[in-house]
């Protein structure tokens, strides 16, 4: 799992993440006409994370860039999605790219959660011509839970329920599986045969957690097209199941012999659907708003050109609760094919991952109780201790110099 | 100006506005496809402001609703209104009304800032045919500036360099008017006149921390309507600003004698532009994210029918900083007079505002106390010592009952 010094905050790394992509893909910062940022890892309750990454427009003159922050654990990141593509839509679009950065420090209190914690930031390019399609058909559940929220502003640590939180996680998969492949159903011309997971979805991408919950989820899905797509219960492979058609949904989120029956059940296609989507999240961790779209960044580096004509079913999960369900279709043709071959070169995972440096688990604890400790700091400025030499950070990356008594934050990038 | 006691929280205060919006406009909540949340007052820094809405949703079965929660200081609810808006113009529409809340409950610490606060909450439905139709034309300007933020954590009050922060506003509505005239033009066929505030714009409305930035910032748009416009400066109602006619605009900022010409020039016109939309404002002090809309409902509740065929420009402005002119368009037309007669009618504002309770300033002060201690509290349940008899609240309203040690909170409806 990544986690940071107090010489990183969200700040500093939606600025190294921005500062990165643009970089990379060579785009000037005058084509950039929106910029949403998704996070739960709140250090203001007033001032945007946007506001800051507004410091590397600067030299661009660019100031005319809408969007602000989103917030609802971990869905955010898909809430500003859905926005920007819906503002390239719009009659407000004016031609110009949109920018979603999806980041998050997810932290826990000492106990058996903290490994559970992880650290990332996903950038994304919305505009015309993607080889990443939005689809039509999407579905939502939203609900009033207290299966994990952050109520103590002191600290940086939420209250969770997980037990309740997975049954949450797994009900509004449910549901929106179920709108999801009804929608499906009204946009095929003369209705079309019903959607299938096994079929139609070439990759199946989850919030990730921690990956026991992505395989139970998988698992879930399949429990749901062997009890509504019809013949599915016929299929031999699913014969494991069958002692379970009578189930009612909503009473079954603790079955252990029907879990344990669907994710034997689901191995097979685990491998070839799943597998390449979890790459990121199972070596950074939890990175919350970042999850889903770390899990995307994986199947890119996994699958890049090999991608074309294929279609990826999305699930996003906030708790507390906001939940969707929407598909990303690639285009089947060699521009489409090219450009994700491109972003898996530009993006540089294996190589990146390799460069971190491993930390012993107790300096890890004592950052924990340093970066609890200056979240939960009433007066005066910041004393840091963390590195400030470059050989501590990846080129280009941005640290905190001071943050001080009135609560201003300042930065350097790493050479 | 508006406060609250420990019984009510942004969560009740947005359960209240929307279940009375939705009952004296008999609207179902099987209607509403979208629902999006603006406010800077956090409670939370995970669980969305939104998520506890869905529980009036419930009886209706329908979760299926788009949008969390928006922010950054006072721009959030402009965030959500454009958000809400290109939803409606996307291919993901689904045909359903958007549903926006803008709420805040603003505080200061003790001394002079503190009557500076307010408390307020605006509910919008964004849909097709509307009475007030958003014009293409949009301008933004966004910045990192720390003019007003809020990074004390365990503190309701917010950091305000007050001086740099009214710069930062006139600043940005330079900036915004200058891109909006600019685009103003580019969308009239054939090139057009250039916008004149004067002729143009029959109401401006603006974010309203409190009047008096009001009339400087109707006298700031004046002074540029002055260097810009051709035939302006030849305008005898404009004499008094002659001598500034070489200002640079970056440096008059704080030009007291310019900014009292300034005053004395828009005078005429501001009783007919901006006046009939500063009542609500002025009644309840600021309402950061509600403060423009609340604006709005003013203009609405004076004008009513009034404002067939009219045009108000809109100016959004949030600390840290995020701004945006636009402007509303109301058509021509006895459907959208008599839309905005029956919106006045059912807002009822003058008999709400005439209800309100007057409480003295030592009592306020112990209130502002009481919540300042359970904002920062960290561990245990809530004591909660405000009233819970019905006649302290409008009838519908909601108040708190519960804040478990575990930060859940529960609430009840005055019958």
Redesign the interface.
């Known amino acids: 799992m990544a986690f940071c010094t107090d010489r990183e905050d969200i700040y500093s790394v939606c600025l190294s993440a921005v500062d990165r992509f643009m970089k990379v893909n060579n785009i000037p910062y005058s084509w950039i006409g929106r910029?949403e940022v998704a996070s739960?890892?709140?250090?203001?309750?007033?001032?945007?994370i946007?506001?800051?990454?507004?410091?590397l427009?600067e030299a661009s003159g660019n100031?005319?860039?809408?969007?602000?922050?989103?917030?609802?654990?971990c869905?955010?990141g898909t809430?500003a999605l859905?926005?920007s593509?819906?503002?390239v839509?719009?009659?407000?679009w004016d031609g110009r790219y949109a920018l979603v950065v999806s980041a998050d420090i997810a932290e826990y209190s000492a106990g058996a959660a903290r490994p559970t914690g992880g650290c990332g930031a996903v950038v994304m390019l919305v505009g015309p011509n993607a080889p990443l399609v939005?689809e039509?058909a999407?579905?939502?559940?939203?609900?009033?839970?207290?299966d994990?929220?952050?109520?103590?502003?002191?600290?940086p640590y939420?209250?969770v329920d997980g037990k309740f939180s997975n049954s949450c996680y797994l009900r509004s998969l449910d549901?929106c599986y179920q709108?999801f492949v009804q929608k499906f159903a009204q946009q095929q011309e003369g209705g079309g045969k019903p959607f299938s997971v096994i079929e139609d979805a070439q990759h199946v991408l989850f919030h990730a957690p921690y990956n026991k919950l992505v395989q139970k989820s998988f698992a879930r899905l399949l429990f749901n097209e062997f009890l509504s797509v019809p013949g599915t219960a016929e299929n031999p492979a699913f014969a494991a199941l069958k002692p379970f058609a009578a189930t009612v949904r909503e009473q079954s989120y603790e079955d252990v012999p029907l879990e344990k029956a669907a994710v034997a059940v689901s191995k097979q296609w685990y491998a070839e659907k799943v597998a390449p989507g979890i790459t990121i999240p199972q070596q950074l961790g939890n990175m919350y708003t970042a999850s889903l779209y770390a899990g995307l960044m994986s199947l890119i580096a996994n699958q890049g050109e090999k991608l074309a004509g294929k279609r990826v079913l999305m699930f996003s999960y906030?708790?507390?609760?906001?939940s969707?369900m929407f598909s990303l279709r690639v285009p089947e043709d060699a521009a489409a094919a090219k450009a994700l071959a491109s972003i898996a070169a530009k993006a540089d995972i294996p190589a990146r991952l390799e460069a971190r440096v491993s930390v012993d688990p107790a300096k890890f604890n004592a950052w924990m109780e340093t970066r609890e400790k200056l979240?939960?700091k009433?007066d005066g400025a910041f004393v840091l201790e963390g590195p400030t030499d470059a050989q501590q950070y990846f080129k280009g990356a941005y640290f905190l110099t001071e943050r001080d008594a009135?609560?201003?934050r300042k930065y350097e990038q790493v050479q």
Chains 1, 2 share one sequence.
Do not use: C
């Open positions: 910029l739960e890892t709140i250090l203001d309750h007033s001032k945007a946007k506001t800051h990454l507004m410091s427009f100031t005319d860039v809408e969007g602000i922050d989103s917030m609802n654990a869905y955010a809430n859905f926005n593509a819906a503002w839509e719009s009659s407000a939005m039509r999407r579905a939502s559940h939203m609900e009033n839970a207290w994990f929220y952050k109520p103590h502003l002191h600290s939420p209250v549901i709108r906030g708790s507390g609760l906001a969707s979240h939960a009433q009135n609560g201003r």
